[in-house]
């Protein structure tokens, strides 16, 4: 995967977590357990771009 897919990516996970987050506050999501995978989705693909840049 490019290093341009994996930021266009990252984006889409941070945006994620962030509804995820909000409903959450909102007492709107019931499987609160997405957001922690939510989490380790952004560290995964964080981790992917950092080995890609060096």
Not at 14 to 37: G, I, M, P, Y
Request: net charge positive.
């Amino acid at each position: 995967m490019s290093e341009k897919d994996l930021q266009q990516e990252l984006v889409d996970a941070r945006h994620k977590l962030f509804a995820l987050r909000q409903q959450v506050k909102t007492r709107q999501l019931n499987q609160t357990h997405l957001v922690k995978s939510a989490r380790r989705e952004v560290a995964r693909l964080l981790t992917q771009v950092n080995k890609a840049g060096k």
